[in-house]
């Protein structure tokens, strides 16, 4: 049965994860928000995205967001305002993960030749790309490199 709804996204929700004990949601009403599980309340919408967030990927430090802007937002994890570092593609994100060290992340981007690309979550620095679909168990997250 039904244990909570949060409201408060003002058009469809493409994506949630949860980190630390607070749930993260992206929308397609350009919007990130963070919602405390055990209120369903609201503790922060974070803006920045010109259009409708595709992906989201949050842990204990860091939250980032990908969107069909082409760009691929990471905030602090502690912001309840919009404070973010953006990073781009030059086509729509389609999903956004960490890896688990947390200070690598991965984008994927395109409509029908998918873009791969890892970021450094501390500078912003494109450290890898390729078409290719990098697998996890071939793709060492912890360098950016393929094994």
């Known amino acids: ?11 469809v929700v493409t994506s ?10 992206g929308s397609y009403d350009t919007t990130v928000k963070k919602w405390n599980p055990s209120t369903g309340e609201c503790v922060g919408t974070l803006e920045g995205h010109s259009r409708g967030v595709t992906s ?4 204990s430090r860091i939250i980032c967001s990908g969107s069909w802007d082409g760009t691929v ?22 999903w956004v993960r960490f890896n688990r060290e947390g200070d690598k992340l991965m984008s994927s ?4 030749n998918d873009e791969y690309c ?4 501390a500078t912003g620095d494109l450290v890898h790309t390729s078409k290719d679909e990098p697998s996890m168990e071939i793709f060492d997250m912890s360098t950016a490199r393929e094994r």
Not at 16 to 25: L, M, P
Not at 73 to 94: M, P
Not at 109 to 112: D, E, P, Q
Not at 118 to 121: F, H, K
């Open 73 to 94: 937002r990471v905030w602090d994890a502690a912001a309840t305002a919009t404070e973010s570092k953006a990073v781009g593609h030059n086509i729509n994100v389609k």
């Open 56 to 59: 989201v990927d949050a842990n």
């Open 16 to 25: 949630v994860c949860e980190s630390d004990g607070i749930i993260v949601s």
């Open 118 to 121: 890892v970021w450094d979550c």
């Open 109 to 112: 981007a395109g409509v029908h």
């Open 1 to 11: 049965s039904l244990v909570r709804q949060m409201e408060g996204h003002t058009s």
